[in-house]
């Protein structure tokens, strides 16, 4: 493995999150252009590699994740627990997962709350993610659950979900 990406791995992995190109370029010296180059060759090797991990470009950014043959494994020896949702994230996610596609716009219309930050975290936690734009005025983007969100939630499609009447308060119960 060359230096670049031993350096690239070294930064994502330390970091533990989602790290924007523009980000590690300004720390590194490098063109973004040419990071951008680096990060799609790392995520191809890592991905034809068998590494144990892969590289995904989520929200913005690059970080490490499982690579997907080995998700099932790692939960059997590390039984992680499902991520802990906040009351807002849980609302958000509710109101997407009954109403999309949906824009930010409407989804703050029926909370009454700016989500802005809520639906960053929720695409972050790969439960949320932009499934198209909408043709109005701007084209807001529009959000929808993703397969992670059927998996988290034990759903093997849409269909699944409780009827609308009990589906946000079962969703919200600690």
């Known amino acids: ?4 990406f031993s350096r690239l791995l070294a930064i994502l992995f330390a970091a533990g999150r989602a790290v924007s190109a523009s980000e590690i ?3 590194t010296g490098a063109s973004e252009d040419s990071l951008l180059r680096q990060l799609q060759s790392l995520r191809k090797l890592l991905d034809e590699g068998g590494q144990g991990v892969a590289l995904e470009e989520v929200g913005g950014g690059w970080r490490l994740i ?10 059997r020896v590390l039984h992680p627990r499902p991520p802990r949702l906040s009351p807002a994230a849980m609302e958000v996610l509710a109101i997407v997962a ?4 949906i824009t930010r716009p409407e989804v703050e219309a029926m909370r009454g709350k700016n989500s802005d930050a809520v639906l960053e975290g929720l695409m972050e936690r790969r439960l949320v993610q932009v499934v198209g734009v909408k043709e109005a005025v701007g084209k807001p983007r529009l959000y929808g659950t993703t397969q992670r969100f059927l998996e988290l939630f034990g759903l093997s499609s849409l269909a699944e979900l409780p009827p609308l009447e009990e589906g946000p308060a079962l969703l919200l119960r600690d």
């Open 25 to 27: 370029a300004k720390g």
């Open 98 to 101: 009954y109403h999309q596609p």
């Open 1 to 4: 493995m060359s230096p670049e």
């Open 66 to 75: 499982i690579h997907p043959s080995y998700v099932e494994t790692v939960q």
